[in-house]
């Protein structure tokens, strides 16, 4: 298996562009999930899935858009880039019986995104 | 919410040393993870337990519950530990979206 797979491992975008991050994971797992890590502060949840077609909300979710329209993929779009998305991405899944937060939780190798 | 307090933020010791890295946590939970990020940047899982101690190689993760605290301790440690090791409580409807709240991380260095 190849895990948890991101795409790209670095970008660098102007203010304004738009771009998609891509995840991708290859076990089957219900639960999918975007977190961006900044210096200084605690992994935060941008947006979550609990399976294919739908999405919702998390703790940081302006700025971003998802979707989930397979079991495997859960793309990350900004919609319009500012320097205060600049930040590591990661992406994330897990089974989800119940509960994610009781099942195993594998990220991704993260994109480091940096807006000027 | 819960609030997450690792410590240290920072540790450097020396080779062969036994580290202790502690997470307390304010609201009771349902499981606690232990992650690792390497400095390439990817987030390993450790340890996920909601009781007791588990064992996994040098590594060593225990938790009481009733004083809200976890501790992940290694012993032996070698220069490939150094890493930062993040704690992560989740509680049913607490937290985050998913329940997870994540620690600040705590920094470890292990020279040679």
């Known amino acids: 298996n190849a895990g948890v797979t991101q795409t790209p491992k670095f970008q660098v975008l102007k203010t304004g562009q738009s771009m998609t991050l891509q995840c991708a994971q290859d076990?089957?797992?219900?639960?999918m999930s975007w977190y961006r890590q900044d210096p200084g502060m605690g992994l935060r949840l941008i947006h979550y899935?609990?399976?294919?077609?739908?999405?919702d909300q998390g703790e940081v979710p302006n700025g971003y858009n998802v979707s989930r329209s397979t079991t495997e993929d859960f793309p990350l779009r900004l919609l319009s880039a500012a320097p205060s998305q600049t930040s590591v991405y990661f992406c994330?899944?897990?089974?989800?019986?119940?509960?994610?937060?009781?099942?195993?939780?594998?990220f991704g190798p993260g994109t480091r995104l940096t807006v000027t | 919410k819960n609030e997450v307090e690792q410590s240290p933020q920072n540790l450097t010791a020396q080779e062969g040393e036994f580290i202790t890295i502690n997470c307390s946590y304010s609201?009771?939970?349902?499981?606690l993870h232990w992650l690792q990020q390497h400095p390439g940047g990817g987030i390993v899982s450790l340890f996920m337990?909601?009781?007791g101690k588990k064992k996994h190689g040098r590594l060593i993760a225990t938790i009481n519950i009733q004083e809200k605290h976890s501790s992940l301790h290694i012993t032996a440690s070698h220069p490939r530990d150094s890493a930062v090791y993040i704690c992560?409580?989740?509680?049913?409807?607490?937290?985050?979206?998913?329940?997870?709240?994540f620690g600040k991380g705590t920094h470890l260095i292990i020279q040679p």
């Open positions: 994330a899944s897990s089974y989800r019986r119940r509960v994610a937060g009781i099942y195993e939780q594998y």
């Open positions: 076990m089957n797992h219900e639960y």
């Open positions: 337990l909601s009781s």
């Open positions: 609201v009771g939970i349902s499981a």
């Open positions: 899935s609990v399976g294919a077609g739908i999405t």
């Open positions: 992560a409580v989740f509680l049913y409807s607490g937290g985050g979206a998913d329940g997870l709240t």
